[in-house]
């Protein structure tokens, strides 16, 4: 909607006051009809349809509610008129489900007003219920809704959507099916949206600002879990921590700007809530809570992440103005990447410092401890590293006549060497490897048990003594 007030026509202000007279009116007949009569046998009678009808005059009548539809309709003639005069015009969308659980797209329009100076201006044209939100449905719910309204969609010159896969999809999207239909209907993303994605995507890369803005969200579910909780807070902090949001970046900003400058307050809400409360799970978490939040990397993360998100917040509601042009939000955007930049290299040092004065304050020693968690694989017995292959040839008996000369004698130094001890083998690896050469052909799939016994069946031992 733009943010202009609109001037009454002579008629709507002689229907405003024409309103204004009937309710003096109405509430003149309430007071004097309606008033409790003092006669008991008055509520044993029925009551009668004239008696219904002056009890139930008010603002939400038949008569008023078809006044007011009708001027809803005079000043959507007035936007559609003012979009036509405009000529070209940008679509901005967004669905959200309503608190009876039905998804509603919100449709405004953003033109350029040149009646007088050059004036950017955004009209609300109402919701619409939309049974599926995929590209194909709203896009031709919209499309619909533009036909209704006689607003022609060749006069389209720009789309802006949130970044959501059904509305920026590049082949099923919102966008590109609309850009099939008119190829000059520019796609520009949320310029807020995303912003609020890339630091949300930098916050998921920091086991530090996890770990952070879930103790955040403990203290709100701590406090708010009773409310003799909420009332100890209450007395000690002036600033309300709140319950966090994934893509609303300005409520984890109120957040943590309560802990940044009440660190000690609330630590000593935490206190006094553990002393107070039965419930030996709450004393735990109170407990810990409240070393938490006196811990010096945990005051570090308040202190850097107060002055980053201030930062984007101050460019983020600027994104959100009705009057915002593209090439202002393109500097807004690269002023607050420098002043990132800047503070990657000079701000850590300062949130330090900062940090160290709140410990001083809380009578804690300023250092980093060591929070990491050995995530090794736990191996059990059987899933050692495999044991380099010592006895191959005396496992292969059934590959024997495979094997090369140079192999087997190979294989068989190695088995020299396992039983080998303080320069002393059990065998000698030529004569094993000849030995194994002389012998006879083996059926498939000979054990080393079996080999023996066949040549102990055999009478071999003279023979293959080393084997024997």
């Known amino acids: 909607m733009t943010s202009k007030r609109k001037h009454l026509s002579g008629s709507q202000k002689r229907t405003k006051k024409r309103l204004q007279e009937e309710a003096h009116a109405n509430s003149k007949v309430s007071a004097e009809k309606t008033a409790p009569p003092t006669d008991p046998g008055f509520w044993l009678s029925p009551i009668t349809d004239s008696f219904r009808t002056e009890m139930h005059t008010h603002y939400l009548g038949k008569h008023i509610q078809n006044e007011l539809i009708q001027i809803s309709n005079k000043l959507m003639e007035d936007i559609v008129i003012k979009i036509r005069q405009s000529k070209y015009f940008t679509l901005i969308l967004d669905c959200n489900p309503d608190i009876s659980h039905q998804e509603q797209m919100s449709i405004i329009v953003r033109t350029l007003n040149l009646e007088n100076t050059p004036e950017i201006q955004e009209h609300f044209l109402g919701f619409v219920v939309v049974e599926e939100t995929t590209g194909l449905n709203l ?75 879930g103790h955040l969200q403990k203290l709100f579910t701590f406090f708010s879990a009773a409310t003799q909780r909420w009332t100890v807070l209450r007395k000690h902090v002036h600033l309300i921590v709140k319950s966090r949001s994934d893509t609303r970046w300005e409520s984890r900003l109120q957040s943590i700007h309560a802990v940044r400058h009440q ?190 016994s066949l040549i102990h069946e055999k009478q071999l031992e003279e023979c293959t003594p080393t084997c024997g």
Request: charged share 25%; proline share 3%; with cysteine.
């Open 139 to 213: 896009s031709t719910v919209i499309l619909e809704k533009l036909k209704e309204l006689d607003i022609p969609f060749q006069d389209c010159r720009g789309q802006a959507y949130d970044n959501g896969a059904n509305m920026k999809g590049k082949r099923q999207g919102v966008q590109a099916r609309l850009l099939q239909k008119k190829p000059r209907a520019v796609y520009v993303p949320c310029g807020a949206h995303t912003l609020n994605l890339v630091i949300a995507d930098a916050a998921k890369v920091s086991r530090d600002a996890i770990g952070f803005f």
């Open 263 to 452: 660190a000690t307050r609330i630590r000593d809400a935490l206190v006094e809530a553990r002393e107070n409360v039965s419930d030996p799970v709450a004393k735990v978490e109170a407990q810990a809570l409240a070393e938490e939040v006196g811990s010096y990397r945990f005051l570090i993360c308040s202190v850097v992440w107060c002055d980053i998100l201030t930062i984007v917040n101050q460019v983020n509601k600027l994104l959100q103005s009705a009057s915002m042009q593209l090439d202002v939000a393109i500097d807004l955007i690269n002023k607050a990447k420098t002043s990132l930049a800047l503070y990657r290299e000079s701000g850590f040092a300062g949130a330090q410092t900062t940090a160290k004065e709140l410990c001083e304050d809380m009578n804690v020693e300023p250092q980093l401890k060591q929070k990491l968690i050995r995530s090794t694989k736990r191996h059990f017995a059987y899933e050692g590293a495999d044991e380099p292959e010592k006895f191959g040839v005396l496992l292969k008996f059934n590959n024997i006549e495979k094997i090369s000369h140079e192999s087997l004698k190979s294989q068989c130094a190695k088995v020299e060497t396992t039983l080998s001890c303080n320069g002393e083998s059990d065998i000698n690896r030529l004569e094993l490897a000849q030995e194994i050469q002389n012998l006879l052909s083996v059926p498939l799939q000979t054990t080393a048990l079996e080999m023996l």
